[in-house]
């Protein structure tokens, strides 16, 4: 079996709230291995490269706001000036650009077994507010797509972690260069997988 590689921000809101050795413990804990690791300001061209760019992504992200405002009975034209979701979708994207620039971000790649089913658990639900506790977005956020919007600004979720392996891939290369990453066996590993 292949081990998977993820990548990890510590988005603006949880460097501004002092939650990087909070937060980056609960992924050591777990066993995962900390191949890279950087503070930095983000580039904007690098969020921009970052977030997708298509169709099927931003409609994903605009039927968040449609599926909320149906339910609340709210208009997303007040908002966004449209209903349709991909045209939402893009203006996140935007909004998210303008979150990375608030403060550093903390840059973490990590690799082991599964990561990305790991990583995604252990942060948990993308809106806060339906995030469960033991997450880190259940555990320190609890913001809501109502209000998010209603603040032309994103949904304040401290983390961003890779939700495909061959996003994993990516997201690792985009962010570091070869020499900023490294392979080496935790000390653990034989405990943890004592045929490998
Ligand atoms: P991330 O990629 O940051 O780990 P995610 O994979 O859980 O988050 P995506 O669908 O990729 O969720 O959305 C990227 C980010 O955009 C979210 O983490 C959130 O900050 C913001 N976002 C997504 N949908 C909305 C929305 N409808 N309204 C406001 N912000 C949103
Ligand atoms: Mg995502």
Redesign the pocket.
Known sequence: MNKQKALLIIKPDGVQRGLCGTILKRFEKVGLTIIGFKFASADPATVKAH?PENDV?FG???Q??LTNYAKKGLDAKKIFGTDNAIQ?GKT?KQ??ISYFQESPVLIVAVEGYETIEIVRKI?GN?IPILAIPGTVRGDFSHDT?DL??EQNR??R?I???S?SVEDGEKEVNLWFTKEELFSYKRADEALMFPLN
Do not use: E, F, Q
């Open positions: 977030y992504w994903k992200v605009g968040r706001t939402i996140v909004w998210l942060s993308t797509i998010a919007n994103p949904l979720n983390i961003h972690a939700d």
